[in-house]
């Protein structure tokens, strides 16, 4: 599966951002969909998740209630909206397809979209 990232740049403390990922390839609306990020120097960080017909995300706690994942099964894409954004949410956001709802196992990634917060 190959998955192409857009929407990243540079935003102020506070604004907000919209990332879009879109697939190629067969059968988005059976993919479970999700964003990962990653600073210099630490591992790369689970973000959210969402289950094959977007019904069901799982946030993690430093985004709950400012980030919020949509997949749109129509247009094989799914966004992640960003607000209240902070310096420490700086990192590049990769795009990842799971092998289910409720493992980690991360099955594809995309290249990478760099998001960089402002204070």
């Known amino acids: 599966v190959q998955l192409v990232e857009s929407g990243g740049g540079l935003v102020q403390a506070g604004g907000s951002a919209r990332l879009s990922c879109t697939t190629v390839?067969?059968?988005?609306?059976?993919?479970?969909m999700g964003w990962y990020r990653q600073t210099p120097g630490k591992q790369r960080e689970w973000v959210a998740h969402?289950?094959?017909?977007?019904?069901?995300?799982s946030y993690a706690d430093s985004v709950k209630g400012r980030f919020t994942l949509s997949k749109e099964n129509a247009k094989n894409t799914v966004h992640l909206q960003m607000n209240s954004l902070k310096p420490e949410d700086t990192a590049v956001y990769y795009c990842?397809?799971?092998?289910?709802?409720?493992?980690?196992?991360?099955?594809?990634w995309g290249q990478g979209t760099q998001v960089t917060v402002s204070s």
């Open positions: 990842v397809t799971l092998k289910n709802f409720f493992s980690g196992n991360v099955t594809s």
């Open positions: 969402t289950s094959s017909n977007g019904g069901h995300t």
């Open positions: 390839g067969s059968d988005f609306n059976m993919k479970v």
